[in-house]
């Protein structure tokens, strides 16, 4: 029996027309600037049929180097919003916490801390799903879902480990008696969750891809141009698997 003329109409609408724009469908491999170029990074860009895109992408870096990211250059001095929530955190707990000392660290000796509970090597991955549409000149990307994984884990999970990593070894040097640990963790991962998770997803997780402009493909390059008249390069590439990527790469890339 005939599908019915409506049912037709909308399964049509949901797929790209086929033609100049049918040759996106496949996996893309951003070209950046030479300036920006950095060796190990890449970011993919898939055009899937049935109108659906992805992008995706990871970086492998240090903890030292996450640290940084999150923190900054400066990182004495009350240097961000992370070692400021470490610390209040701390110093919290001096008075939710019976017996706890009044001892507080300085920035510098929090920083050595914490990054000495980073994993050595982390894996931060970001994908970003949609749908797009083209004609014979425009394309249109509408982000609608993301997430964002630090060794595996979603953001709050990492953060709720390492913050509970922290508080033990926080206890540890202030000295804090086995039957106030709970409460002496609880105030520190309340405290450092609570910064450290929108520090952490601030810096890393993706923008919103939302993108429309025109669009050329020769020679298995893709060009697509902005509204605003920035140019973002592609190459055709028969590989699906993504390699390291830089985080400021991928930021830009995505805006």
Do not use: C
């Not at 425009?138 to 997430?147: F, K």
């Not at 640990?181 to 105030?187: H, R, S």
């Not at 910064?195 to 669009?215: I, K, M, N, R, W």
């Amino acid at each position: 029996m005939p599908l019915p003329f409506f049912v037709l109409l909308l399964f049509t609408l949901a797929l790209p027309a086929f033609g100049q724009q049918e040759k996106l469908i496949g996996v893309w491999e951003f070209q950046p600037a030479p300036e920006d170029q950095e060796p190990g990074t890449v970011l993919h860009l898939e055009f899937k049929t049935g109108g659906l895109f992805a992008v995706t992408g990871q970086s492998v870096l240090s903890g030292a180097q996450l640290f940084q990211e999150v923190v900054g250059q400066d990182q004495t001095a009350g240097a961000g919003k992370l070692l400021r929530t470490i610390g209040s955190a701390q110093a919290d707990s001096s008075t939710t916490v019976p017996g706890s000392p009044d001892i507080e660290f300085d920035d510098e000796v929090l920083a050595e801390i914490l990054v000495a509970l980073l994993p050595d090597t982390l894996t931060v991955a970001v994908t970003v799903t949609g749908i797009w549409e083209a004609d014979e000149q425009r394309l249109q990307l509408d982000g609608q879902d993301s997430q964002m994984r630090v060794n595996g884990l979603e953001p709050s999970e990492f953060i709720d480990q390492l913050a509970r990593k922290l508080a033990g070894e926080l206890a540890t040097q202030l000295e804090i008696p086995a039957e106030d640990y709970p409460a002496f963790e609880a105030t520190i991962v309340a405290g450092f969750s609570d910064g450290a998770e929108g520090q952490l997803e601030e810096e890393f997780g993706p923008d919103e891809v939302d993108v429309e402009g025109t669009y050329v493909i020769q020679n298995d390059m893709l060009a697509v141009t902005d509204e605003e008249g920035e140019v973002a390069r592609f190459q055709r590439v028969l590989v699906s698997a993504v390699e390291a990527l830089s985080w400021g790469q991928l930021k830009a890339a995505s805006r």
